[in-house]
């Protein structure tokens, strides 16, 4: 699903009882932008395949973390957190 969408997947972490994912990805778009036609379908597709559970998308191409939830009616809830990277790990990719 992920190289479908263009999307390289760097890592998968899982945690709550291995109900709630992290995927570590350098997205193709800037996911606060203009681009829910892209995202969307994107984000309704990983929760079918990941049993309905909310998840988070840490976009390591744009140094944010997408939280990802549903309301009760399955509405796609959308928050984002933008992060730092240290600066030990900047400048040692």
Not at 21 to 39: H, M, R, S, V
Not at 42 to 57: D, E, F, M, Q, V
Not at 63 to 77: A, K, P, R
């Amino acid at each position: 699903m992920f190289e479908k969408a263009d999307i390289k997947l760097e890592g998968v972490q899982l945690c709550n009882g291995d109900h709630y994912a992290i995927f570590t990805a350098e997205l193709p778009y800037d996911p606060t932008g203009q681009t829910n036609p892209y995202f969307h379908p994107l984000y309704r597709h990983i929760r079918a395949t990941n049993g309905k559970w909310p998840y988070a998308i840490v976009a390591s191409s744009d140094n944010i973390v997408v939280y990802v939830s549903y309301s009760e009616h399955g509405v796609v809830q959308v928050d984002y957190e933008q992060y730092a990277m240290p600066q030990e790990i900047a400048k040692h990719p």
